[in-house]
């Protein structure tokens, strides 16, 4: 069975006929790569977690393993799932079935790349309303934000204050 929310959402971004329907459940990333003819590596797996009182969403590939201390160093806390009986009330999927592209709006999506090795970067300063013509978006669709993936030279690697952080009392005044 097609999700309507998946659906609707893929329609509206114009691959809605991309979707297909098998007739076993899928349930298992095992499961995922027999039914579409791939391997494991080649699934995206979400995983549904609690941080802070709050759910956090992580793909990753279908493979892969969540590192307790890498998932500590970003979230600053251990990995707590949510809890199977509440995953359907708290991002509208079934357990097994978790879709990134429908999820609440409030839910944060994070795309575990750097377990395959691939490194990240913000982009901060960027046009755009010339970005999106380049890139001939409707006018209704607005560019927030850009994250470059890709593979770091060799040798390269973050700034020393990568991941320092400052108070927030350091950065921010209330007036």
């Known amino acids: 069975m097609i999700n309507a929310k998946v659906k609707e959402f893929l329609d509206i971004k114009g691959f809605g006929d991309r979707l297909t329907e098998h007739a076993e459940t899928i349930d298992t990333v095992e499961h995922a790569a027999q039914q579409i003819g791939c391997t494991e590596p080649e699934i995206a797996k979400t995983l549904s977690f609690i941080v802070e009182d709050r759910p956090?969403?992580?793909?990753?590939?279908?493979d892969g393993k969540v590192n307790s201390s890498k998932f500590k160093s970003?979230?600053?806390?251990?990995?707590?799932?949510?809890?199977?009986?509440q995953v359907e009330d708290i991002t509208g999927f079934q357990p097994g079935g978790v879709c990134p592209f429908a999820v609440p709006a409030e839910i944060p999506i994070w795309l575990a790349a750097a377990n395959e090795g691939v490194d990240s970067c913000w982009l901060n300063f960027f046009d755009p309303e010339a970005l999106a013509e380049d890139l001939g978006l409707p006018e209704n669709e607005e560019i927030l934000m850009l994250l470059d993936l890709g593979y770091a030279a060799e040798g390269a690697g973050p700034l020393d204050n990568h991941n320092s952080?400052?108070?927030?009392s350091e950065t921010v005044s209330y007036i």
């Open 56 to 62: 956090v969403i992580v793909v990753m590939a279908g």
């Open 74 to 85: 970003v979230f600053h806390t251990k990995p707590h799932m949510i809890p199977r009986a």
């Open 165 to 168: 952080r400052k108070e927030l």
